[in-house]
């Protein structure tokens, strides 16, 4: 059985949650991370030196970094269901995962801790804003792709969708104006039939 560390209110912990939930794997959910702490203890810094979550343990091989991980368990249990087999769409689908990491999700923090973790007087409105801003222009090159396929990783549902369905979810829960995004919308409301999003990822902010 899977082990994977990391708090279920995490967007990174919620990719990999939700991936094994949509291949049907059995794991345990080991809370990490935030008020759970166990990320700087040395049993936990020997999974994971950067003292991060998720960290997923299947029998001998020890993970980190959440896109790797779903990476992982498409390839190794998805038998075709989430990963693409041919390697331009593939790869089609991993760009989507990667700017979801290494694009979308600095101003996206900045809106959602300053609107979410932060008490009040620690809030930072420029930032915020600032946030708010750029996340919206990002969404509407999502909203272009989308008008042109229903999912990221084309005509079906697979891993190029993962890393944004929780950062989209989040996108239309918080008490925000937001801009029409209409395909960007209607490809959460197709996620949101899901089971297993609204298990792992559909859970209130915090």
Same mark, same amino acid.
């Given at each position: 059985m899977l082990t994977i560390w990391g708090r279920?209110?995490?967007t990174n912990v919620k990719k990999v949650l939700w991936a094994a939930e949509e291949l049907g794997l059995p794991y345990?959910?080991?809370?990490? /991370?935030?008020?759970?702490?166990v990320v700087n203890d040395p049993d936990f810094r020997a999974l994971n030196p950067n003292g991060l979550v998720p960290v997923l343990?299947?029998?001998d091989l020890v993970l980190w970094e959440s896109n790797v991980i779903v990476r992982y368990l498409a390839g190794r249990y998805g038998e075709g269901r989430l990963m693409p087999a041919d390697a331009g769409a593939r790869a089609k689908a991993e760009r989507w995962?990667?700017?979801?990491?290494g694009t979308i999700a600095a101003p996206f923090r900045d809106l959602f801790w300053n609107l979410v973790r932060l008490a009040p007087e620690q809030r930072d409105a420029k930032a915020m804003e600032a946030g708010l801003a750029r996340v919206a222009d990002l969404l509407a090159i999502l909203d272009a792709e989308l008008?042109?396929?229903?999912?990221?990783t084309g005509e079906t549902f697979g891993i190029g969708d993962i890393p944004l /369905?929780?950062?989209v979810y989040a996108w239309f829960?918080?008490?925000?104006?937001?801009?029409?995004?209409?395909?960007?919308?209607a490809w959460y409301h197709r996620l949101a039939q899901r089971p297993a999003y609204r298990k792992t990822v559909m859970?209130?902010?915090s």
């Open positions: 279920t209110n995490s345990e959910n080991i809370p990490a /991370g935030g008020v759970h702490g343990k299947d029998d995962m990667d700017w979801a990491t008008a042109r396929q229903p999912y990221l /369905g929780p950062v829960a918080l008490p925000i104006e937001r801009p029409a995004r209409p395909h960007v919308e859970l209130p902010l």
